[in-house]
């Protein structure tokens, strides 16, 4: 045990400081752990965080992952553009989806369907249907 009743600094002129435990290594503190470097890496079998509250800020983002899943109670994302490719896309919600945009384009090479028990188009000025053939009721 090394203990000391004020400020410790441990540090290598020439080289590298590593800390290594058979079992574990341990890093508190009651206030605070900080670490400051120009590059941090860390490499786990698994790791986990868990934080009452968590902040992260960076001006770029990058991730490789095999699969994402976040469960939780409230999603929010706001951004000036939002990009999303995939193969498939599976949406459901059980109560009400509502999409607000200044102007609206779905496009489908094969076929598109809208179908409700109940289904209203309504326009202001305009509602056109246009097709080389149009079959009602």
Do not use: P, W
């Amino acid at each position: 045990c090394l203990e000391t009743a004020g400020d410790v600094v441990l540090r290598s002129r020439n080289g590298s400081v590593a800390l290594e435990g058979a079992q574990a290594v341990r890093l508190a503190g009651q206030q605070a752990v900080r670490i400051d470097a120009g590059s941090f890496e860390l490499q786990a079998k698994d790791a986990r965080f868990v934080a009452e509250q968590a902040k992260y800020a960076a001006a770029e983002v990058s991730a490789t992952i095999g699969a994402t899943r976040l469960i939780g109670k409230t999603y929010e994302a706001v951004m000036d553009r939002l990009s999303f490719l995939s193969r498939v896309t599976f949406r459901a919600a059980e109560e009400v989806e509502h999409v607000r945009a200044g102007s609206l384009d779905y496009r489908a090479d094969k076929s598109a369907r809208l179908h409700a028990s109940y289904t209203m188009v309504t326009g202001d000025k305009l509602v056109k249907v246009d097709a080389k053939q149009i079959h009602m009721g």
